[in-house]
């Protein structure tokens, strides 16, 4: 198990040996999520084609796409 501070603003460093191992550089994003026994940290996964097709994700996409199409005509 690794410990790790978090500093005044809220922030923390995740160890060179994780970020290594899960590939996070600078600019990564990563998405917290909230657990009965604790805080889960995930990276975000770039968008690939057809990586989230049938996902609530890829339903809210869609949408945003299509009402930014309707406000430009």
């Known amino acids: ?3 790790i ?9 995740l160890p060179i040996e994780l970020r290594l ?3 996070l550089e600078a600019g990564t994003l990563i ?9 889960l940290l995930q990276p975000v996964s770039p968008l690939e084609p057809g990586s ?3 996902t609530e994700q890829y339903q809210k996409i869609i949408n945003e796409l299509e009402e930014t199409r ?4």
């Open 31 to 39: 998405e917290v999520q909230e657990h009965p026994d604790g805080v």
């Open 5 to 13: 501070r978090v500093r005044r603003k809220g922030q923390i460093t």
């Open 1 to 3: 198990m690794t410990r």
């Open 70 to 73: 309707r406000k430009w005509r």
């Open 21 to 23: 191992k899960y590939k």
């Open 52 to 54: 989230i097709v049938g």
